[in-house]
């Protein structure tokens, strides 16, 4: 290669990055033109995280209301604060002494850990559980202790319509029963109970306990189902999980779990009184944020790789599976876009990351509002995913 080769092809290498910059800038530019957004409102941001810098921005920093997206917030706090080897406890004790006929001269104990995942499986190891004991018959009750959680059973700002689940740290096939479900379960074991009266508590019992049986769930097993399938029900166990570490009473409220989240906005350059978190899974219609708060978290999580990693994971894969699994398959954005998807009516968000031609990370949020028609948004995003990619 000669010398004025080499010229060349380092003042090309030297000015590519600025090429792509401006082809897709102009390929952004030409999508915020779509007739979509004469009678909508989006906010847009690109950043290339290798690089660290700023590629695209429009309205980027008015509030929109996130929908599922606020999972990403959830999720990153979670990670950052609780750690990825925290686990979801649920605790089973029993009060008084067991006789040498097996009776049980108290009662059984049980502290509910809000965990959703918890099924008939997990409900029959604690059965044998107290069988393998030496317990036959109950003298006492069962004492359930929910005090992971206030006695609300919905989030602020849900609509009453919407069919979401209740929500209780006593969880059992993922409806507030499990007290019932326990009972039964011990009766298919061969133990009775006397009393059939339930008691809610928020305190242990001034007697002796002890510990029969735990049922331990790693966050990142409900961490992948909040994401990869959007679970709402997840996702407020992980919201409750924080709130409960920054509780400092019984009975944590969603006060609790969004002055965790702002204990994380904090961190990433601004001001929690900016916006409004009200619950975990992005259901609540006084959720607002910005696009650039989000781009914001999604930059301290890449610089972070014990968070980025496992937050990576958990995101749906275009064209692969989750949420994304029947979007942009064909084309450039396919298995190269990592994303949390949301929807509310009105609300059509998209946020995560994309793998760029040069192979850099970008992190990207797209949030369109005032959207009547989501297939109409979704394939919109699609399109601005493929210019990231392509």
């Known amino acids: 290669m000669t010398h004025i080769s080499r010229f060349f092809l380092l003042i090309t290498l030297l000015f590519l990055p600025l090429r792509l910059s401006a082809s897709l800038t102009h390929r952004l530019d030409t999508l915020l033109a779509d007739t979509l957004l004469a009678h909508s409102e989006v906010g847009l941001i690109v950043y290339d995280l290798d690089d660290d810098t700023l590629l695209y921005s429009y309205q980027a920093d008015k509030l929109y209301r996130p929908a599922s997206i606020q999972k990403v917030m959830t999720a990153v706090t979670a990670l950052e604060e609780l750690g990825s080897d925290h686990s979801f406890n649920i605790t089973l004790y029993h009060t008084g002494a067991i006789t040498p006929d097996s009776l049980l001269k108290g009662s059984l104990y049980v502290v509910g850990g809000f965990d959703p995942l918890l099924n008939h ?3 029959e190891a604690f059965a044998q559980a107290v069988a393998q004991s030496g317990i036959r018959h109950i003298e006492g009750g069962i004492i359930g202790n929910a005090a992971l959680k206030d006695s609300l059973k919905w989030g602020s700002g849900w609509c009453w319509d919407d069919g979401m ?17 326990l009972r039964r379960a011990l009766l298919v074991q061969g133990v009775t109970v006397t009393d059939t009266t339930d008691t809610l508590v928020a305190q242990a019992p001034d007697s002796v306990i002890t510990q029969i049986a735990v049922c331990r769930r790693p966050l990142t097993q409900i961490m992948d189902r909040m994401m990869k399938k959007s679970d709402n029900l997840h996702a407020e166990a992980v919201f409750y999980q924080l709130a409960a570490a920054y509780a400092d009473q019984p009975y944590a409220t969603a006060r609790d779990g969004a002055r965790m989240i702002g204990r994380l906005i904090r961190r990433v350059g601004h001001q929690p009184t900016r916006y409004s978190m ?16 989000m781009a914001d978290v999604l930059r301290h999580a890449y610089r972070h790789p014990a968070i980025y990693r496992h937050l990576k994971q958990a995101l749906p894969v275009a064209g692969i599976d989750g949420t994304l699994k029947n979007r942009m398959k064909k084309t450039p954005a396919y298995r190269r876009v990592f994303a949390k998807t949301g929807t509310l009516t009105g609300v059509t968000s ?40 392509q």
């Open 165 to 181: 689940p209740i929500l209780t740290p006593l969880l059992s096939e993922r409806t507030d029963s499990f007290l019932v479900h």
């Open 278 to 293: 009200a619950d975990g899974s992005g259901v609540s219609l006084y959720n607002y944020l910005s696009p650039r708060l």
């Open 121 to 123: 499986l997990d409900m």
């Open 350 to 389: 998209l946020a995560g990351y994309a793998i760029a031609p040069n192979g850099h990370t970008r992190a990207f949020v797209i949030i369109n509002q005032n959207i009547l028609t989501p297939r109409l948004a979704r394939a919109w995003q699609d399109k601005v995913c493929s210019a990231l990619c």
